[in-house]
């Protein structure tokens, strides 16, 4: 692994700070400390906290599950970044060598907003659905301007948790349904936007700070379109709208009840289809832990078609050890970027 972040300058030391149940223990921690290791990832799929401690001499307490646990990181000597809180739910003991593993998820999304229910949803704005569904959870709710207004004459929650049925919605409407910080987030997927519409300020990663990379491109022009098919009551028949162009179209199975129904999948498989086009992992020799998904990156100093693409984080891992905090970045073109 390279030493340097840049030519000439020495890696620095990486610091955290570990609070469990209220209770900071990373000094006690700190030379037991085998890996801590953070995934972190859009949508509804709760970001993930692991721990591997030594236990040599048989003096850690297993943590109870449902413990909080608080987490800070970053390097020693600046201010570290607040990374929230995680539930721990998973705890193993192991040996010889004794070690104790801890596993916790996102205090957000630990409980996955559960309880099955059957509801019809009638002449109703999406904003309005969130809204809703974030009361019944004492969030607060966080709709992206452009999708607050979507006008729904009709959809169906039938047994059917509010966690699945927000990811429904999002598959719907090309959008990221999540919870943060105690706020139900539903913004669109791949803009690199707040739910308030404000641009999320891009990142610049250079070759020089990375250790390796993997890019991959295939065939987007494969479809030139998306096509759905929905059935017109008034003319018993059914009726098609396109996305993009109609020539070499890839066509969608179900058929909706409405017209409107059937351009949002249409519009929201072509996004999907347009971003899906090239990926960009890239693993960095100096971990980043200020990143979320979501950021836009500027990449230099690799080939020209990496370079001219608007990257969009999807997923990054924060990766702490003894000696070394490294981050591994995946990436996606961004929405409306070539």
Known sequence: M??????????RTPDYRLTLMGQRISPQV???????????????????????????????????????????????????????????????????????????????????????????????????????????????PKTGQHLQGIYLEHIDQTEESDLHFLTRLAERFDAIATVKAGRLLFI???TGLTAGGTEIPA??????????????????????????QWHDEAAAEPREVVAGSNDEPKRLRPTYATQDDALAAAQSEWQRLQR???????????????????TPVIANGWKREIDATAWLITEIIHDLRDRALTSSVEMEVRGGAE
């Not at 390279?2 to 890696?11: D, H, K, N, T, Y």
């Not at 070759?207 to 494969?222: C, F, P, W």
């Open 2 to 11: 390279s030493l340097f972040s840049e030519p000439g300058r020495v890696a």
């Open 188 to 190: 669109p997927e791949g």
């Open 276 to 294: 899906g086009g090239a990926s960009f992992t890239l693993d960095l020799a100096e971990g980043r832990p200020e990143l979320y998904p979501e």
């Open 203 to 228: 990142i610049r990663l250079s070759r020089q700070v990375g250790d390796r990379h993997r890019y991959s491109i295939t065939d987007r022009d494969a479809y030139t379109g998306v096509v759905a």
């Open 30 to 140: 700190g030379a037991r400390l085998q890996r801590l290791r953070l995934t972190d990832r859009r949508g509804l799929e709760a970001d993930q906290l692991d721990l591997t401690l030594e236990d040599h001499d048989g003096r850690l307490a297993l943590p109870p599950r449902g413990a909080e646990l608080h987490l800070a990181m970053g390097w020693r000597g600046q201010p570290l970044v607040d990374r929230g809180t995680y539930i721990v739910d998973e705890v193993e003991h192991s040996g010889a060598p004794d070690v104790l593993t801890i596993r916790a998820r996102s205090a957000d999304m630990r409980q996955g907003l559960p309880g099955k229910r059957t509801q019809s949803w009638d002449d109703i704005t999406l904003g309005e659905i969130i809204s809703t569904i974030a009361g019944r959870h004492d969030l607060e």
